[in-house]
């Protein structure tokens, strides 16, 4: 062979080594695509990748990750992106840090202990094949402690795994109108809304209306302790206060005297000692000057009731003496 | 092998042993689903979804200023229906009170998530959303529905509940949120992760 053709045949053999190199290392967008897919956890499967799953949320993510790969993304720019909303859950190996770092070091850690057992065994083989008749107890220990060791390894396992899996649950709220004072009014009405054929509902409505009522939002309020004052559901205590507050925005809001008076009977045809019915209707008929003897009758009955407190025994009581002395209410 | 290397042998066999079973068990006991959203304190991912009636679309910056709390439904998910009336009503008690709701299609084409929406009912104030190829869902992390993320007036994400809640809960998010809280990560029930369960 001539040198012309030696070096020509050289020149081939390395085209053609470089040609396998290149065809060897070089990876098409397609199988980027489907090796990233391997690598990403479906997020909605048992275990598999994204690019096994058949699932439709898997078929959305490999359109996303080739959509990517074609803009240019590299690969770790891609996994970060998926990182960034579902963090290491998306990946199928987890990551070689934090509580997952020893499952990438078990298998060296147990290596090491392996050979440097058997290094010593061998360096020592008489002392380690040898039988230790003195040492007959301590002997007896290390399978003791290692079957312990494995017992507690297994009822750590087993407390775990009889925990709630699905993690902390706090379940649905349920309707709670024990603690409400960080509870706007819009989660208030929101709450009654959907709700409102539950019947703990009265509780709820009937501490809303008593917001609004309390700063004069007489409109919102009436709504709701109309509600309650019709509610089956509604108890005794709750149907009182309600009907008596409705009586009460209809004086002061329209000064309808009759609609009032019939507010509070109907209160007190349910609780005939309540000092507000008592107390209220009594206002109205003095205020309106409709029944005067019977405004003092009401202010008597109030009075006499023995738990009532000083500050509203003392303004019943001004009262009382101010229609006994012919004075127009305040 | 004497008794003392035996002994140590042994007792290092059992701690790695126990320590392994710990960290695996921790890690067993966790639903992946269940981990706190990496979105919680970040910038909301931007979107630009159009209504499922068409027309035009709805991007979440036009939305700053704003409590956003966004959630992704399907009619194939019972957990979505149960909770559907305290959406609804929650959006309609903050209308006009700087909240916005948007609820976006889950995997579910937006002729089926209209016709659910005809007999379930729809909040006037409500956005409907499509979410063609998932993109936002995948964007925001979705694991299964119902979820739904809050969003603060800042377009910071500051709270996400997992499975069915109900108007005391997204109401009280919401004022939390108001007061300037961050509510975090509360699961409140299951998910479902696709219409076949």
Redesign the interface.
Known sequence: MSNTNRLFAVAIAVMAVALVFLMSTFESDTDRVEQLGQAI?C???QGESIGDSP???AR??M??VSQRVDEGASDQEIVDE??????G??LLD?PASG??L??WL?PA??LV?GVG?IL??RR?PT??TQP?VK?EK??K???I??L???L???V??A???V?D?????????A??TDNLE???N??????I???ADHPEVSGMRLALAERYFEVGDFSSAFPHYLEVAQSPDASDPQAVTALVRLGWMAWEGNREVDAAVGLFDEALAIDDTSATALFLKGQVLWCSATDLDEAASLFGRVLEDPTLESDTRSVVESDLDALNAGAACT | ???????W???????????????????????????????LG?PA?QFNLSPLEGGEPVALDSLQGDVVVLNFFASWCPECRAEH??L???A???ED?GVTFIQVAY?ESPPASLDYLVTAGRAESTLYLADP???T????????IPETYFIDETGTVVGKII??????????T??AI??GEDPGQ?????TQ???DG
Not at chain 1, 186 to 191: I, K, L, P
Not at chain 2, 186 to 190: C, D, E, L, R, Y
Request: proline share 6%; with cysteine; glycine share 10%.
């Open positions: 956890k997020p909605v499967c699932a439709q949320m959305d993510m359109a996303l998926l990182l960034a909303s579902y963090s859950a998306v987890p509580s997952t020893l499952l078990a850690v147990v202990v057992v010593w065994w020592n002392e380690a230790e040492e301590p002997r220990l290390a399978p402690l290692f312990a060791g494995s507690a390894a297994i750590v396992v407390g775990f795994f925990q899996r699905d993690g902390p649950n706090t379940g649905a709220a309707i709670d960080e509870v706007s819009e989660t208030m009405e929101a709450v809304a959907a709700n | 092998m004497n008794s003392k290397a035996l002994r042998t042994g007792l290092g066999i059992a701690a790695i042993g126990v320590i392994f079973a710990v960290v695996l068990a921790s890690r067993f006991g966790t639903n992946p689903g269940l981990v706190d959203s990496p979105l970040e991912p009336d305290d609804v009503s929650t309609n008690a903050f009170q995997q190829g998932s993109r869902a995948i964007a925001y992390g979705v694991f299964g499975g069915e809640t109900d108007a005391l809960t997204l109401g009280a919401i004022d108001k007061r509360k699961v409140t029930g299951s992760q696709s219409p």
